[in-house]
C-alpha cells in the first residue's frame, strides 16, 4: 500500500499565503513525480503543479509566478507554496503522487484525501 497525506490547507485573506505538504508512505521504491491538483465547487479537478524526481516542474498558468512546487526526495515529501493568494485559488487541493512499488515493482498511481484551501476576506 502506498498513502499520501496532506496537511497546510486553511482560511487565508485575499493576498496572503499558505504552504501546503504532502508525504508519501508504504511500499515505496522510487517516486517519479508528484504533483497538486485542485478542484473548486462545480468544476473539474485541475493540474495546478508537477515535479519529477529529477526537479522538472510545470505550473498552471493561472498560477505561474505565484505558485512554487518543490520535493524532498530522501522524504517522499512535497510541498506547494502559494502566495498572493486570490479568491479563484478556493478549492479542494488535491495531491498525486506516481512510482513504483517495493517488492513487488508495480507502478502505482495514488491521491491524497483533499485539503480545503479557502481565500475570503
Known amino acids: 500500500q502506498v498513502q499520501l497525506v496532506e496537511s497546510g490547507g486553511g482560511l487565508v485573506q485575499p493576498g496572503g499565503s499558505l504552504r501546503l505538504s504532502c508525504a508519501a508512505s508504504g511500499s515505496i521504491f522510487s517516486i517519479n513525480a508528484m504533483g497538486w491538483y485542485r478542484q473548486a465547487p462545480g468544476k473539474q479537478r485541475e493540474l495546478v503543479a508537477t515535479?519529477?524526481?529529477?526537479?522538472?516542474?510545470n505550473y498552471a498558468d493561472s498560477v505561474k509566478g505565484r505558485f512554487t512546487i518543490s520535493g524532498d526526495n530522501a522524504k517522499n515529501t512535497v510541498y506547494l507554496q502559494m502566495n498572493s493568494l486570490k479568491p479563484e485559488d478556493t478549492a479542494v487541493y488535491y495531491c498525486?503522487?506516481?512510482?513504483?512499488?517495493?517488492?513487488?515493482?508495480?507502478?502505482?498511481?495514488?491521491w491524497g484525501q483533499g485539503t480545503l484551501v479557502t481565500v475570503s476576506s
Open positions: 515535479i519529477t524526481s529529477g526537479g522538472s516542474t
Open positions: 498525486n503522487g506516481q512510482g513504483l512499488r517495493s517488492v513487488s515493482g508495480w507502478s502505482f498511481e495514488v
